[in-house]
Nanobody
Framework: QVHLVESGGDLVQAGGSLRLSCAAA????????MGWYRQAPGKQRDLVAR???????DYVDSVKGRFTISRDKAENTVYLQMNMLKPEDTAVYFC?????????WGQGTRVTVSS
């Protein structure tokens, strides 16, 4: 069992920045594909960014150039640096851990961007 704890969500004005953290326990972030997803009210949960065990990253088009996913192997934590935030980035952000057939989710952290 891998336990994921997200933090860093907050209320921020448009154009501002936030850094989300996902601390993992029970599994190394370096061997898994780690992803950040978000779910806005009334909408499905969608992938925002992910990083593979090899360090390859990819992003949904709407956040390219603004968001950066990274990981700290020593801290066993994955981050999502979010810059130039927009009101449409408002959502609950979830961390995801995939290793083989196993998938784990965190409880989410809320990001609200005011216009």
């Amino acid at each position: 069992q891998v336990h994921l704890v997200e933090s860093g969500g907050d209320l921020v004005q448009a154009g501002g920045s936030l850094r989300l953290s996902c601390a993992a326990a029970g599994g190394a972030v370096s061997i898994a594909t780690m992803g950040w997803y978000r779910q806005a009210p009334g909408k499905q949960r969608d992938l925002v960014a992910r990083i593979t065990k090899d360090g390859d990253t990819d992003y949904v088009d709407s956040v390219k150039g603004r968001f950066t996913i990274s990981r700290d192997k020593a801290e066993n934590t994955v981050y999502l640096q979010m810059n130039m935030l927009k009101p449409e980035d408002t959502a609950v952000y979830f961390c995801n851990y995939i290793f083989g057939e196993y998938t784990f989710w965190g409880q989410g952290t809320r990001v609200t961007v005011s216009s």
